[in-house]
């Protein structure tokens, strides 16, 4: 139990190109969804909590309107890389967390972008 | 703010026991968790401990809380090559809620 699956798995594209990563959780309903990203060698980073049915909680330093981030349904959660750069080149990982009882986040297989 | 700290690599050879440590800052966490993760891979949930427990063992894992020292450790059992990875300490206030990671401490099995 606790999938969670995030598509894709690995994105190659052109600067100024929006990417738009997914992330589900399969067998459970998920309240709070989290997004994070790594860089080569490092540990996660917190850039944003998303909470289903209203805005996502970023963190210092994440830029909003560049990560823009919707969770419509308990069970999906989406980031989108805005116009995006070789700068915004890593590895995104998202978690959910179970809504029923205190369930630790399970997370998904990341995602690797590659800005050209 | 909440700090946690890990030792960077470890390496073992196959069918010893290894240990990871950890140590943390928050005296108000209350879950701390292991994770692992493989190369190019997300995050696999090992184990984790609520903070009134002092040990948890499953199968090959032992977790291991001092909650004085706040020093968590991690020991695999018959460490074999396929445990090769990262593997990643975190504590949380509440479950679910926003974890703070270790570093990561890289494994090595060697045959």
């Known amino acids: 139990g606790a999938v969670v699956s995030q598509h894709p798995s690995r994105v190659i594209c052109k600067s100024g190109t929006s990417v738009k990563i997914e992330c589900r959780s399969l067998?459970?309903?998920?309240?709070?969804m989290f997004w994070y990203r790594q860089f080569p060698k490092k540990s996660l980073m917190l850039m944003a909590t998303?909470?289903?049915?209203?805005?996502?909680?970023?963190e210092q330093g994440v830029e909003k309107d560049k990560f823009l981030i919707n969770h419509a349904s308990l069970t999906l959660s989406t980031l989108t890389v805005t116009s995006a750069h070789p700068e915004d080149s890593s590895f995104y990982i998202c978690?959910?967390?179970?809504?029923?009882?205190?369930?630790?986040?399970?997370f998904g297989d990341g995602t690797r972008l590659s800005i050209l | 703010g909440e700090d946690v700290e890990q030792s960077l690599f470890l390496s073992v050879r196959e069918g010893d026991s290894s240990v990871i440590n950890c140590t943390y800052t928050?005296?108000?966490?209350?879950?701390l968790y292991w994770y692992k993760q493989e190369p190019g891979a997300g995050l696999q949930l090992l184990t984790y401990?609520?903070?009134?427990?002092d040990m948890k063992q499953d199968q090959r894992l032992t977790v291991l809380l001092n909650k004085k020292d706040k020093h968590l450790s991690l020991r695999i059992a018959d460490t074999q090559t396929g445990d090769s990875a990262i593997y990643f300490c975190?504590?949380?206030?509440?479950?679910?809620?926003?974890?703070?990671f270790g570093g990561g401490t890289r494994l090595m099995v060697k045959p």
């Open positions: 978690s959910a967390r179970d809504l029923q009882g205190n369930q630790p986040q399970h």
């Open positions: 067998d459970f309903q998920a309240t709070t």
């Open positions: 998303s909470n289903e049915g209203s805005k996502a909680t970023y």
């Open positions: 928050d005296s108000s966490s209350t879950y």
């Open positions: 401990i609520f903070s009134n427990m």
């Open positions: 975190a504590e949380s206030n509440n479950a679910g809620n926003m974890l703070t």
